[in-house]
């Protein structure tokens, strides 16, 4: 019941410019209601970070499920932004890039996490190519960067 249910609603045709206007909106508050005023680059909520690429996978869910009856499936961000590529919804070197990316920012989340880190911080240039190719992806499918503080 609740998947025929969920599968309804992602299939329920949307106007994209309303909804990238909202998801603007949404990663707008998160950005400030989750300020970084340390040096480290917070790889959940800083620009470019996980909190984009889970914005992205649900953008392009909402945006394409009436048209792809895939794009439904609850298969997580990484499975959900290689079958954006294989929609031709996003570039793959973009999609292969990004998944990369949140497979790197889980795996450093989790060991920052299981030492005791109150936050999932590193240096910025450990993870500088992660962020560009996520903020790539972001201008690609927005067609303007994510609001900044």
Known sequence: MFGETRHEIL???RDPEKLREEVLSMRLQMLQGHPNKSE?????????????????????????????AAMTANDGNIALLKLAADLNLIARDLSEAVRDAYR??????????????QYARVPRGEVAGR????RALWRSVFGTDAPEL
């Open 11 to 13: 299939r329920t045709p």
């Open 40 to 68: 480290l680059y917070d790889l959940k909520h800083d620009r470019g970070g996980m909190v984009d690429i889970e914005f992205l996978v649900q953008y392009l869910v909402l945006a394409n499920s009436s048209r792809h």
């Open 104 to 117: 790197d920012y889980r795996r450093l989340q989790h060991g920052l996490r299981l030492n005791g880190a």
């Open 131 to 134: 962020i560009a190719a996520t």
